[in-house]
């Protein structure tokens, strides 16, 4: 059963850092794509950052130049590093990936990053 854990989520202030992590378990099958969401209370889930096979990576415009998705093929890991935060930057904040061979996609639990002004 596949299973992604997320951490490194919490309360900081603004102007701070913070860095994600998402550990996949349960599949010994590569991350095709992994994406961070995140949804701040009352708002849908929006993707913030992806990153594809070859290291392509997309991000939203609002954490442009603040954010940085990774992934690490041979441990099955990614993060997300998030510089300057700024109080919108607070949601809970999802790991959501595709595997090779699989023909669904799984999310983690969430994690809370609170940016306090």
């Known amino acids: 059963q596949v299973q992604l854990l997320e951490s490194g989520g919490g309360l900081v202030q603004a102007g701070r850092s913070l860095k994600l992590s998402c550990v996949v378990s349960g599949s010994r099958f590569s991350i095709i794509r992994m994406g961070w969401y995140r949804q701040a209370q009352g708002n849908q889930r929006e993707l913030v950052a992806s990153i594809i096979s070859g290291g392509i990576t997309d991000y939203a415009d609002s954490v442009k130049g603040r954010f940085t998705i990774s992934r690490d093929n041979d441990e099955n890991t990614g993060s997300l590093q998030m510089n300057s935060l700024k109080p919108e930057d607070t949601g809970v904040y999802y790991c959501?990936?595709?595997?090779?061979?699989?023909?669904?996609?799984?999310w983690g639990q969430g994690t809370q990053v609170t940016v306090s002004s």
């Open positions: 959501n990936v595709f595997l090779l061979g699989h023909s669904n996609n799984y």
